[in-house]
């Protein structure tokens, strides 16, 4: 046995070699006796292996705060008699399938417990409260930490967080206290303004050293460990992913077209430079819902997933006493065996052709905790639509890879910063194009690109309608003569 292990792949090459992953939610109210009373975890780990299962995420820890393994320095679900996880790992071992250990640090338990740690809100931006943990507060020194040591000496693969980033601003003493010792000025009171603009800042540092914290504590014990944190540098909250991230992952929002947002958030993390995964839900409604999505269905997400690059991770929800439903699975298998005969194809990479900028800076200068990335959501729905093969990139590998590209696209990015316009302008002169909309570029009533574009601003439109009319007639080719009415922001520029 031992010696089998130490034959196996180290979880980077084996994870990033596994295309076909599953994810079992099972977040159990602690009143719940019925808890895994109907699992068996060789026969759970036999069926996934028969489905064309490759690797999946296990409960450690739920939204509740409930532990699923035996742990002497959490909160283990009251009613579960067992080693869960434990049992789980060794199946999976076994079989030669990856655990990955789900981890969701809400803690609703501990929120309860310590109202003292309790996330509070901002009373400037209404619905921000929350009945979870604040992770600024001694959480994190006293549960999180202790809590991931322990979880590091299982036999897993990796550890995969759920919501282990800042999602809704925070007034608590712990965020006061920590945001004036480290910015160095008085808390923001008010949801606007320069010193809200620095707090914004401030989150996005938090989140850093969140993702810090959880991989030195994960790492000091086993340094193998991936690390995954759901939602983490997608373009809600943008950035490159540090080195001890080992992949990305998050569940796409399927009360949008989940097609639509697996190719947007496959495309984005592909410029990222890390491997990833995608998972799209076996759920009709996703989360929450228990009716079966239809096979055609999935298997679109599942197709739109590879060919991006990345793994395709399904996700299901155990039932109370821990068993799955059997349709589930086979629904899971069928899209496994879909996956499995392209397998030879993958990984793929992108051919540079046509590149969509991201700029950090200009997400994060909205003001948000989570920014509206609707104009880059926009550029990639008229490319897929009209069947332009595209990338999207960061500044930073922007400026790398321009010359790989023939067209750049800038979509309603404000801030661009001074290397980057050079190097747009130098990018131009060489033969590249580049296509920018709306308010790219516009600080302090100038376009920064003005310049390059030939223009100069003349006013920011107040109001958010317009029409759409093409001055050139080569681009009027098949549009109707008639303006075209366009619900969105305006900028009124003159020719320079
Ligand atoms: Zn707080």
């Not at 090459?13 to 019925?34: Q, S």
């Not at 990856?98 to 400037?124: C, K, Q």
């Not at 996703?286 to 590879?306: M, N, R, S």
């Not at 109001?463 to 080719?477: H, N, T």
Request: glycine share 8%; hydrophobic share 40%; net charge negative.
């Amino acid at each position: 046995m031992e010696a089998g292990r130490s034959m196996r792949l180290p979880a980077f090459i084996g994870l990033t070699r596994a295309y076909r992953r599953a994810h079992f939610d099972y977040h159990t109210p602690p009143g719940v006796d019925a808890v895994a009373k109907g699992f068996d975890a060789e026969r759970f780990v036999e069926r996934l292996a028969e489905a064309g299962c490759q690797a999946f995420n296990f409960f450690a820890k739920d939204v509740f705060g409930n532990c699923y393994w035996d742990t002497k320095v959490g909160n283990k679900h009251p009613h579960l008699d067992r080693d869960l996880l434990g049992e789980v790992v060794d199946a999976a071992r076994r079989r030669g399938l990856r655990v990955i250990a789900y981890y969701n640090v809400m803690d609703l338990i501990n929120a309860r417990r310590h109202p003292e740690w309790r996330h509070v809100g901002h009373p400037a931006v209404p619905g921000s409260e929350g009945e979870y943990v604040c992770l600024n507060s001694p959480w994190v020194e006293e549960v999180f930490i202790p809590e991931l040591k322990e979880l590091a000496h299982y036999d897993l693969d990796g550890v995969f967080f759920d919501f282990l980033y800042v999602r809704q601003p925070c007034a608590c003493r712990w965020c006061r206290e920590t945001f004036e010792r480290e910015a160095g000025e008085p808390f923001p009171e008010r949801a606007e303004g320069p010193g809200w603009r620095k707090y914004i800042e401030w989150v996005r540092k938090v989140n850093d050293k969140l993702v810090e914290v959880a991989c030195s504590a994960l790492h000091s014990v086993n340094p193998q460990l991936l690390v995954a944190v759901n939602w983490a540098y997608t373009p809600r909250q943008p950035g490159e992913p540090p080195e001890c991230i080992g992949y990305l992952t998050l569940d796409v929002d399927e009360t949008r077209c989940p097609v639509l947002e697996a190719s947007y958030h496959a495309k984005h993390f592909d410029g990222l430079g890390k491997p990833f995964e995608v998972m799209v839900t076996r759920f009709l409604k996703w989360w929450g819902d228990w009716g079966l999505k239809p096979l055609e269905q999935l298997l679109a997400e599942c197709a739109t997933v590879i060919a991006n690059g990345g793994a395709c991770n399904i996700g299901d929800h155990l039932y109370v006493d821990g068993r799955q439903d059997p349709a589930a699975l086979e629904l899971m298998s069928r899209a496994f065996e879909f996956i499995r005969v392209r397998e030879e194809c993958l990984p793929s990479s992108s051919v540079p052709y046509v590149a969509v900028l991201l700029s950090a800076a200009s997400s994060w200068a909205q003001g948000r905790v989570l920014a509206d990335d609707s104009p880059l959501r926009g550029a990639h729905l008229l490319l897929l639509e009209s069947g332009v093969h595209h990338d999207v990139l960061l500044d930073s590998r922007l400026m790398e890879e321009m010359y790989e590209y023939r067209l750049i696209i800038v979509p309603s990015q404000r801030v661009v910063e001074p290397e980057l316009v050079d190097a747009l302008k130098e990018y131009v002169a060489g033969g590249g194009s580049l296509l920018v909309t709306f308010d790219t570029s516009l600080a302090d009533g100038q376009l920064e690109l003005g310049e390059l574009l030939g223009v100069e601003l003349e006013s920011e439109e107040p109001v958010e309608l317009g029409y759409i009319r093409p001055l050139d007639p080569g681009l009027a080719k098949g549009l109707p003569e008639s303006p075209i009415f366009v619900r969105g922001r305006f900028t009124a520029v003159r020719a320079a």
